[in-house]
């Protein structure tokens, strides 16, 4: 499915639609139209949520109507060396999957309220 880019994505600024790819539960890749460039995502979902209010101009230019409508992915950078891959959670991508428009955020560690990466991972 295509999502227009309203938001810039770090790294693929001049890209404008990207063809969303799930490949199963927890994993999902995304394809610039223009370029041809992949990035890997993670839901949200698959780890230990973290809560944030999304921006004004973010709803605003997603055209957010109903939270249900939206999916939040973390990019993900797998290496060959699995134990070097990592996953960006701080500036995740939103999509509206009603409107097909998309962008990303970029929150704030202190404004979370997290003092390290221990308070959002899960506790064993």
Known sequence: ???EVVTPI???ENE???ELSKLDDFFSVIKGVETGETIRLMSFGALKSLEFELPEDIVSKLQI????DISIFYIFVLQAQTSDSSMNI?????TN???K????IHLDIHELGLD???DILPKF
């Open 90 to 94: 701080f500036t995740p991508i939103i």
């Open 97 to 99: 999957n009603k409107t």
């Open 10 to 12: 770090d790294g693929f």
């Open 101 to 104: 428009k998309m962008g990303q």
């Open 116 to 118: 390290s990466l221990n």
């Open 16 to 18: 404008k639609e990207f």
């Open 1 to 3: 499915m295509k999502f």
């Open 65 to 68: 109507d109903n939270i249900e």
